[in-house]
């Protein structure tokens, strides 16, 4: 393919050597379009970011190439555009504008998009992939329901195409490439799934996310939270003996990379938890494919009986928790299995959900958690790239619709679980901590990559994944006492060190967990 300049008179039809083509619309935006000859390789690849490299997670979830490489470059308006009125293309929840790409798959298959930009990289899945129609009958134009493949439609803000030549966030050599860098994926589609999201059978699309996404980055199991021995899994919890620290992962994580910041031998937080704790451990469990309830039961049916316990918990973590002592269902089995809890301490706690899980929203989540896991500085939270990937997939067969991501939304009237949580049940937990923060995304080291507009969407103060004011709100039942109350940040005010990710390697913060521990 040519250099091709589009933008201007829209849309444009890009052709590639082998005869396959793409269609631009980007009203307002002109763009220099070249194709390269190989990707360029990730900088941050050579530190193996979170628990895999994003090459590692694009084969362990079977995509191809598809189309060529191509480098995109925002241009100057050419004179005399510049000062008329143009309209652009937009998205729900952003004010930045967006360019349209319309590529049509072979028939059989699903697309991707992947755009890197320095060392961020983003995905984007086809916005017309599975979307409902009128009479809540699934539409499945461009999966399997015609003979011949349909064109996906893929929406890219500008921002993520703006050349950050000479700028890292992650601290790494940036890209010598002028522009962003922008990726087809092919992939086939999976049958099963097809034919699932017709029929409105969610729990098999769920079985076969556990089988095929998360079994793959990770096992169900109880890990001892020993770094000198590589955390070993615990096969029989009946011989524990002794006070218990039991610590709870977020999102598209695990035990090891949630708390890795004192995961390290000789730490000196993890030296000092050994003098207080028999035991420390954490239940390595699946985010996508399981609930925070089903996480919650899984967990408490696999403790011993009448255990003395503490908690550290991180974002979704804190569901995960508030449902094991505040769920109904489970509070017969949480009062034979935990004897007592003395202190539970919510770190960045998803305690009300978070904006990001709301539909329109969840291609931003996972984008957010992209970047993260693509730069070792912003602490990781253990993003786990394999689980990340393999999710977009599914999303790009239509399924939007996951139990397990419906169950972070923060509005009670759709999240049956949350509305449960937040009704008057009493839990035998001593002593709640709280921390949590407003994070200012303008100041940093993403602020010159990110069009995720987070404020918008959150219409409040956040950490960039849960808001400031949700992780400090429990039900009638667990009032939170000022004084146990760790706010970096406040409702009005934002700072720009502490993000919803590397709260464990503030010094602060590792006082605070020896004050209460």
């Known amino acids: 393919m040519a250099s091709i300049t589009t933008g201007v008179i829209a849309p444009q039809t890009l052709r590639f050597d082998d005869g396959s083509a793409i269609t631009v619309n980007a009203p ?17 690849e050579a530190f193996t970011p979170g628990e895999g490299v994003w090459d590692d997670a694009i084969t362990a979830n079977e995509l191809a190439p598809a189309f060529q490489t191509m480098q995109v470059t925002p241009m100057a308006a050419p004179l005399g555009i510049a000062g008329a009125p143009v309209a652009t293309l937009s998205a729900p929840g952003s004010d930045d504008a ?11 298959e699903g697309l991707l998009l992947m755009v890197r930009n320095g060392d961020v990289v983003q995905w984007f899945v086809p916005v017309n992939a599975g979307a409902a129609a009128p009479g809540n009958t699934p539409d499945v134009v461009g999966l399997a329901a015609e003979p011949a493949a349909a064109p996906l439609r893929f929406h890219v803000p500008q ?15 940036a890209s010598s490439f002028a522009g962003a860098v922008m990726r087809f994926f092919r992939f086939k589609l999976v049958t099963d799934i097809v034919q699932d999201l017709i029929d409105g059978a969610v729990e098999r699309i769920i079985a076969w996310i556990a089988r095929e996404v998360e079994a793959k980055a990770k096992t169900e199991a109880f890990r001892l939270f020993d770094p000198e021995h590589n955390f070993p ?21 695990s035990t090891t990379g949630a708390f890795a910041a004192f995961g390290t031998p000789g730490h000196p937080l993890l ?28 967990i408490l049916t696999r403790l011993p009986d009448n255990l003395d316990v503490d908690m550290i918990c991180h974002s979704r973590g804190g569901l995960v928790t ?3 002592f505040e769920d109904n269902s489970l509070h017969a089995l949480a009062k034979q299995k935990i004897q007592s809890v003395g202190t539970a301490i919510f770190v960045a706690g998803a305690n009300q959900g978070s904006q990001l899980a709301r539909f329109e929203n969840v291609n ?3 984008n957010i958690y992209s970047a993260i896991g693509s730069i070792p500085l912003l602490g990781q939270a253990g993003v786990v790239l394999r689980v990340i990937v393999g999710l977009l997939r599914v999303l790009a067969h239509g399924a939007v619709k996951l139990p397990s991501i419906l169950a972070l939304n923060p509005d009670p009237a759709v999240n049956t679980f949350l509305a449960g949580l937040n009704g008057p049940t009493m839990t035998n937990i001593r002593q709640l901590v709280v921390l949590h923060a407003n994070y200012d995304a303008t100041q940093g080291l993403l602020k010159e ?17 849960v808001p400031f004011t949700g992780a400090e709100v429990f039900d009638q039942w667990l009032p939170v006492a000022n004084v146990n109350n760790y706010r970096f940040g406040s409702s009005s005010t934002a700072q720009s060190v502490v993000m919803h990710t590397n709260f464990f390697y503030q010094a602060d913060v590792q006082t605070i967990i020896k004050k209460y521990t």
């Open 28 to 44: 307002g935006v002109p763009l220099l379009f070249e194709t390269v000859e190989a990707p360029p390789s990730l900088s941050a």
């Open 98 to 108: 967006h360019v349209e790409l319309e590529a049509t798959p072979e028939p059989g």
């Open 159 to 173: 921002s993520a195409l703006t050349s950050m030549v000479g700028v890292s966030p992650a601290g790494f050599s």
């Open 233 to 253: 899994v615990l096969g029989d919890l009946s011989a524990l003996q002794g006070k218990t620290l039991l610590l709870t992962h977020g999102i598209f994580s």
């Open 271 to 298: 030296t000092y938890l050994r003098t207080k704790y028999a035991n420390i451990i954490g239940w390595d469990h699946y985010t996508v494919s399981k609930t925070p309830l089903e996480n919650a039961n899984d």
């Open 322 to 324: 508030r449902a094991m």
């Open 364 to 366: 931003r989540l996972l």
């Open 449 to 465: 990559y990110l069009d995720w507009n987070v404020n918008q969407i959150f219409g409040t103060a956040n950490d960039m994944v």
